[in-house]
Structures are given as C-alpha cells and as structure tokens.
C-alpha cells in the first residue's frame, strides 16, 4: 500500500457518501471520524494485503461497537450501543479493511424492498425512482454508488441476491454455516446467512476469504478450515460442468431474466437442463419456517409494542404467530427432503444457473408486478426465485448482466450460480469468469441523472 492511500480511500469514500447519499439514502450511521483515525494508523504503520485500506459499510443488523443495532427497526432504537463490533467486521478489519458506516435496510430484515417506513427508502442508484431490492438494499445501493468498494449484508431468503442483482453489483450467499452470525441481529436462525457485496469479482473472493474461519459462538457454524477461493479466480469456467434450471425458474421468470440466464449459460458453455422437484413446495416451506421463527423471536413487541412495528413487517409476523406447529414440522420434513433431491441433481453437474429476480427493480410503491401472465404481489415476488436455494443452504454468487430489460435498459438484472454445499470457489470461479469476458459487470452508477428517461437518454452501460 503506497504511502497515505488508506487515508486518501477512505477521504474519497466518505466526500462520495457526502456528495450522494441525500439521493441514494443508503446511510442510516457514518463513522468519519473512527474510519479516518483507523485509515491513518495503517498508513502510519504501512499495512499491506489486499484489503489493506479497502473502507466497507455493513447492513445496520450488525454489530458496531457505540451504535444501537437498529436492524432496520424504530423499537431497536432504545437498545444500548453494542459493545464491540461484530464478528466479520473484526475479520476484515483485522485483514486491513476500514469500516465507515451502517446501511439501511428492511425492518428486521423482512422484506425484498428497502422502503424503510423509519429510515426512507432506500433507491436504486441506477435509477432513482426504483427500489434497491432488499432487505440488504443499502448494502447493494453503497456500493452501486461507489460509495464504499465492498459491503456487507445478510440473506435469509433472498437478502443479498435480490438487491445484488437489482443494484448491479456482485453478491456472495456463502453455504449456510459458513461465515458465524456473531453479533448479528438474528431473524431465521435456521436460514440465515451473512455475505459480502462488491463491484468485483476479486474484491468479493478476498473479503470472504477474510472472513471465513469457525467461531463457536455460532452454534450454527461448521467447524470447517478456512479454504480460501481468491487464488482459483483465474481458472474461470475451466472443468465446471454447468446446467440451467428449468421449470419453477424459468415459469417464474419475466423475459428479462430469462434473456440473463441465456446470456450467462452461451457464456459459460452450458447446455444440460436441469429439473429440481417440488421447487413452488420448497418456497412455501421456506414462507412458513420464515413466519413462525420470526414472529418467535418478536412475540414479546407484538404484544406490547405492535404500533411500533412496520404494517408489513407486523402483519407478517403476526400471521406467523398463529401458524399451527403442524405445519412447521411438515415444512421441515419438505425441506430436508427437498435437500436431498437437490443433492442428487448435482451428480451430473457442478454449477446451476437462475435468475435472481423474476424482472428488473420496479418504481418504488409497486404493489403489483406482472411476469409470466400473472398478477403477483411485488414485494414478495422479488424472492421468487432465490427463497428455495436459502431454504436449503446452497452457496450462491449472483452476478449482474445488462441490456435485457427492453424497457429498462439502463437497469441490471441478476443470476444465479449456484454450487453445492462448501463450493463457493465454484460459484466465484464462474463469476469471474463472466466478468472477464464482460457478460457480467458492476459499473458506477450515474446517479446525477435521476429519472429512467435521463438514463435511458444517456445510453446503457456497453458491458455486454
């Protein structure tokens, strides 16, 4: 790291967050004054590596020691601050990284939207009028904007790769139990997963290997060596065998999306189609181990606190408050059969290819989405397609592709490559792989130019 540049990245990302944020609303906390004092310690003591002087921002369900871990919520905020950080912060500030804040995001993590009643929506950098996805959408948004180089958020059902996808950035969901929760506000501990964002391939594959490692804290988490994935990047593609999911993914899917995953699989060579049984199943089991964990948790603010809660959030957590253990247990059954299944198609294959999202980011306030000739509630339907690959645990990196949307050109759609379980250097072979040969990219937003019409007007971006 050459003299003064952890100070100067870090100046440069918070004069960003300053000259940008009133827009984007990414920010719910800025931490200039710890980042800038951290970012002249490296400098002064000549820190090197890859993530030497790199400023991240997290989703504010993490841990930050001083601040109130908000996830996302108003009944949070009487909480006292956190007395250290989170886990995964210290593992990449210890690898060098420079935290500069906390990022907006759905209350409680439960939502695809960012449309934070408490904070203001989060907007999509690449069109201003549009949702970022969510519930990570300020962490997909900072980095869109250029705002920080990497992020990190959380994804339960869809968290990291809806937003990842929408925004235009690269998203890893790691194997559930591989990165530890400690110090993150929970909300399925069953289906959590914590991850990274990044504009780059590499820049994603560093942070993880940063953060990988066992911590017992987390009882969820394998006591599995540290495998680190940023020295295969360069193999790409090279010997993965590659099919594309058929029926629920492409039935599901808007032209859009379908258009990405055809682009990625001519890119990537592959050809064999595959079938997952009972996926429409799987979602719905995936709905209720969602409603009943989650209202668990808030049972106690439901019932003395519910005028605090978002309408949404609320409603949801109540309808799972009342669903009938029965059920839950057959979702359980379903999902660990579903495991199985899924488990075999990989026999013939390494890599799977999905959309992300079944279309492109809808205007903030969409209620209703049209895909596929049906009429769909909007902001569940943004899980369509990620919620099955969560229920079961898969890793996954989603990767931005371009230009598919017709009407939206300006706008990036996400799909997903998804691996078997602890094969993330897979999913970020393949990932680099794309952007190598610039199927998938992760340009700055042009966030001067606030409607679709004056974006449009100013041409795509040419990265295909």
């Not at 790691?174 to 400690?182: I, N, V």
């Not at 940023?230 to 594309?244: F, H, I, K, Q, S």
Request: charged share 20%; with cysteine.
């Amino acid at each position: 790291m050459s003299p003064g540049s952890a100070t100067q990245a870090v100046r440069r990302s918070l004069d960003r967050i300053a000259a940008t944020d009133a827009r984007v609303n990414a920010f719910t906390a800025l931490l200039a004054e710890r980042a800038t004092a951290r970012a002249q310690r490296l400098d002064r003591e000549g820190a090197e590596g890859p993530l030497a002087g790199v400023p991240f921002a997290v989703k504010n369900l993490f841990d930050i020691a001083g601040l109130t871990t908000l996830a996302g919520s108003k009944i949070e905020r009487g909480a006292p601050p956190a007395a250290q950080d989170a886990l995964l912060l210290r593992r990449l500030e210890a690898a060098g990284a420079v935290l500069v804040g906390a990022l907006n995001m759905d209350e409680y993590a439960y939502g695809f939207t960012t449309e934070n009643t408490h904070h203001g929506a989060t907007r999509n950098p690449h069109d201003l009028a549009r949702i970022s996805g969510g519930s990570s959408g300020g962490s997909a948004a900072a980095v869109a904007a250029d705002q920080v180089p990497l992020s990190l958020g959380s994804d339960t059902n869809g968290s990291i790769r809806v937003p990842a996808g929408l925004c235009g950035v690269f998203g890893l969901k790691p194997t559930f139990g591989r990165l530890p929760r400690t110090g993150s506000y929970p909300f399925v501990a069953s289906l959590d997963h914590l991850g990274p964002m990044a504009r780059s391939v590499r820049l994603l594959a560093q942070a993880y290997d940063a953060m990988q490692g066992p911590d017992a804290a987390d009882p969820a988490c394998v006591p599995r060596p540290v495998e680190p994935t940023a020295g295969t990047l360069d193999r790409g593609g090279e010997g993965l065998r590659v099919g594309v999911l058929q029926g629920w993914f492409t039935e599901q899917a808007g032209d859009a999306a379908r258009a990405a995953v055809q682009r990625v699989a001519q890119a990537l060579g592959a050809t064999q189609p595959v079938h997952w049984p009972e996926v429409e199943r799987a979602r719905a089991a995936a709905f209720l181990i969602t409603n009943a964990e989650g209202a668990a948790l808030h049972l106690s603010d439901l019932r003395t606190r519910a005028q605090d809660f978002e309408p949404l959030s609320r409603d949801r957590f109540l309808a799972g408050a009342l669903l009938p253990a029965a059920w839950i247990t057959q979702a359980q059954r379903l999902r660990r059969w579903f495991a199985r299944e899924v488990a075999a198609s990989f026999r013939g294959v390494d890599l799977v290819l999905a959309p992300a999202t079944p279309c492109t980011a809808p205007p903030i306030g969409t209620e209703w989405l049209e895909i596929a000739g049906q009429r769909l509630p909007a902001r569940a339907s943004m899980g369509l397609l990620t919620q099955p690959v969560s229920c079961i645990g898969l890793p996954v990196v989603t990767v931005p592709v371009w230009g598919c949307d017709p009407a939206a050109p300006h706008l990036p759609i996400g799909v997903q490559l998804i691996a078997p379980p602890w094969r993330e250097a897979w999913c970020l072979r393949a990932a680099r792989a794309l952007e190598q040969l610039g199927v998938a990219q992760a340009p700055v937003a042009r966030i001067d130019t606030p409607t679709p019409a004056a974006l449009a007007a100013a041409g795509a971006p040419d990265v295909r």
